[in-house]
T-cell receptor, first 113, second 112 residues
């Protein structure tokens, strides 16, 4: 069955610290992978996406993610977190020809000064 | 110049009522979607339209009826609202073949 797992429900980091949010997926075919961010009371904003090619992808707001096929993972990273990064982060997978995205349950990021 | 806009942002209504949520995108995309986010923040696709044609219709009660008058609009009509319909509904759009949807701000529906 197709699924996305975000093992960490809630993560707390200090401002300036590095961040890694985990995402594992189960998908029959080669997936398209996405990370979205949802700020409180807001819609979802696409941070980055991976289709093929270089397994390290750069996104907006200084985020990057690395696709590891052998581990079925697509972890999101940021070298130095800012207080404005506090939000809910969703990993998603989709097929190559449509956008029926399957979302993980999200990871809530709290940032302390 | 909002890319994907939904109205209303908040909707409080009584059980049994019928309500609509409107969505418009000005990105020139050919595919539009409705997603539902429940109280635990779980997001699940409900419908997908491509060029006004229904493509994806997940297991959703037939009280929910999407309508796409043109490529830029996808409205969601809900009949006989139930308490369990309370959620945040997101509209999104994308170009078929270029995955990565743009989402609206969401409509928080509360059924009392």
């Amino acid at each position: 069955a197709q699924s996305v797992t975000q093992p960490d429900i809630h993560i707390t980091v200090s401002e300036g610290a590095s961040l890694e949010l985990r995402c594992n997926y189960s998908y029959g075919a080669t997936p398209y992978l996405f990370w979205y961010v949802q700020s409180p009371g807001q819609g979802l904003q696409l941070l980055l996406k991976y289709f093929s090619g270089d397994t390290l992808v750069q996104g907006i707001k200084g985020f990057e993610a690395e696709f590891k096929r052998s581990q079925s993972s697509f972890n999101l990273r940021k070298p130095s977190v800012h207080w404005s990064d506090a939000a809910e982060y969703f990993c998603a997978v989709g097929p190559s020809n449509t956008d029926k995205l399957i979302f993980g349950t999200g990871t809530r990021l709290q940032v302390f000064p | 110049d909002t890319a994907v806009s939904q109205t209303p942002k908040y909707l409080v209504t009584q059980m049994g009522n019928d309500k609509s949520i409107k969505c418009e995108q000005n990105l020139g995309h050919d595919t539009m979607y409705w997603y539902k986010q429940d109280s635990k923040k779980f997001l699940k696709i409900m419908f997908s339209y491509n060029n006004k044609e229904l493509i994806i219709n997940e297991t959703v009660p037939n009280r929910f009826s999407p309508k796409s008058p043109d490529k830029a609009h996808l409205n969601l009509h809900i009949n006989s609202l139930e308490l369990g319909d309370s959620a945040v509904y997101f509209c999104a759009s994308s170009s078929l073949g270029a995955p990565g949807a743009f989402f609206g701000q969401g409509t928080r529906l509360t059924v009392v």
